[in-house]
């Protein structure tokens, strides 16, 4: 099977799971913000994102280095999943200790450390489940992570609406996260141990010290990559209040249900690209002009969508209640077309072993992101957090270009003649919807037909497009 046709079948097999994780995701986080109100769904928002942070803690990178390392040796498998998994308990415990204490010294209530702690367990099972599914990825074996994604979002689903209806309040929701988590957590491990790879046991403690200082890069970036994105949640807690966490949450969550084809498609290409980088350094190159492609092919049309129809998105979702979100959404949607690119540009940075790189671009972020919280957030609360948000991704962007022209990874000019071309497609895509000012049901397939011919027109794919097509469809 050619390495196209590979990487559109585990696209596949994690497309299809993602679609049906985003569908389960969007129907509880429509009901858990309806449930739990503006106030309670800013405690939980607080609590996902502070623990997202501090759990970098129980992974410290590693599992970004084992996926690396075991896409371009797969004998190694064993003794790196033999000596991780036992590594990350003790890491697991000095997180929860961690947490706690950072709580306190916090002062919160105690509803807020009881169900940040129940979190911070949650997290730690999803930890090991991402070690499972970055080992999937090195082999290539997408349908495991495939399958486990969708029985997590489907029980979680259903946890979630018995807790609801039980009227079970936070605890209920947060132990619905952890059971969810742990079922998924036995069948990934089964599948790993009898399809892919078995662990070899040890602590050999040479071997962890090594693979934790190769990680810390991977994990410092990790961190500030949190940081840079839940730290405004927890700003907004402490110097706004849960009312504007709970608006700006619910708008967040949005934004990463949009997300789901940039992480299916970073999944899948960072192995095959840490490949390239042995192999042909000139396939790296394709292989990221490619992403930003088609990345920005499927997302600027939709951030103009949303933009523009960014009430009658947040009244249909939440209801009048969170009405305010609509300004986060509009801003925000544009920190989407800026992840994709920023992404391709991480996948690209990692995979030619430049991780310090990113890291040393993420902790430019993140200090300009929280210093820049600090003015917008007690002026302008959620929009100001948003405003935020979408100038600090446009900082990495720019960094991130500065590096990779450095490094010598100049992408064709044709890159950006296409990115020009879904920017003009997108433009008239959002003329027509202002002039025909339709409603949001008639929009939606009246704006694809208008895109899809305004691309057309321009002659956006050319022949390696037709060629990955018909490699695609097993035509060549």
Known sequence: MSQVRTIFKNMSWLLVSQIIASVCGFIWTILMARYLGVERYGIFGFATSFTAILVIIVDLGISTHIVRHIATDYDSAPKYLGNAIPLKVLFSIACTIITLIALIIMNVNELV????????????IKSYVNLFNGSFQAFEEGKYQ???????HLILLVFILIAIFTDLGLYGIAVSYILANAITFIYEYYMLTKHV??????????FCKKITLLSVPFAVTGLLYTIYYSIDIVMLTNMVGSYATGIYNATY?????????YSVYTAVIFPVMSRYYKNDESLLLISFEKSIKYLMLVIIPLAVATAFYSAEVMHLIYGQSYK????????LIWTVCLLFISGACNSLLNASHKEVSVTKIYAIAAVFN????????????????????????????IIQAYVIYKLGHRPNKRLYQDVGRIIIASGVLGIALYLLNMNIWVAIPV???IYLVAIYLLRFFDNDDKYVIKEILGRN
Do not use: C, Q, R
Request: hydrophobic residues 55%; charged residues 15%.
């Open 253 to 261: 969550k949005l934004i990463s249900v949009l997300t789901l084809f």
């Open 146 to 152: 495939g399958i486990g994604n969708t029985i997590l």
């Open 113 to 124: 450390i009881k169900v940040t702690l129940l979190f911070t367990l949650e997290m730690i």
């Open 324 to 331: 305010g979100g609509a300004s986060v959404l509009s801003i």
């Open 447 to 449: 704006g694809i037909i």
């Open 370 to 397: 929280v210093i820049l919280n600090f003015f917008m957030i007690p002026n302008f609360s959620y929009d100001g957090a948003a405003i935020t948000t979408v100038l600090s991704d446009i900082l990495i962007v």
């Open 197 to 206: 790879t078995k662990p070899k046991y040890e602590l050999d403690k040479e």
